[in-house]
């Protein structure tokens, strides 16, 4: 069974912290770019983050930079995401996600080129 497990959603106050991890079953990430993406009521969902199955490479949508940094630990079969700072626009399920291939494509964003999806687990950021 493939399956993919988000954890570590949870409610935080403005400018709190947390780490959202990723853990693959039934499958190796070791040839997957991994990537979290978000959807918040009423919008549509967007790719948050990406990183290629070494590792050695990473990207961020611009509201995220500098706030967010992803992570894998293949060894593990488990990708991270720890969140900074967070802001209340960052409220929403986070889903992780594996593309095949070792490289993130260039509109990863998308998600379209994502074969196995978490079920998300939620992020709520309020006062």
């Known amino acids: 069974q493939v399956q993919l497990v988000e954890s570590g959603g949870g409610l935080v106050q403005p400018g709190g912290s947390l780490r959202l991890s990723c853990a693959a079953s039934?499958?190796?990430?070791?040839?997957?770019?991994i990537g979290w993406f978000r959807q918040a009521p009423g919008k549509l969902r967007e790719g948050v983050s990406c990183?290629?199955?070494?590792?050695?490479?990473?990207n961020y949508v611009d509201s995220v930079k500098g706030r967010f940094t992803i992570s894998r630990d293949n060894a593990k079969n488990t990708a991270y995401l720890q969140m900074n700072s967070l802001k209340p626009e960052d409220t929403g399920i986070y889903y992780c996600?594996?593309?095949?291939?070792?490289?993130?494509?260039?509109?990863?964003?998308?998600?379209?080129?994502?074969?196995?999806w978490g079920r998300g687990t939620q992020v709520t950021v309020s006062s």
């Open positions: 039934g499958f190796s990430l070791d040839y997957y770019a």
């Open positions: 990183i290629s199955s070494s590792g050695g490479s990473t």
């Open positions: 996600a594996a593309q095949v291939g070792p490289s993130c494509t260039p509109r990863y964003e998308n998600g379209l080129d994502f074969v196995y």
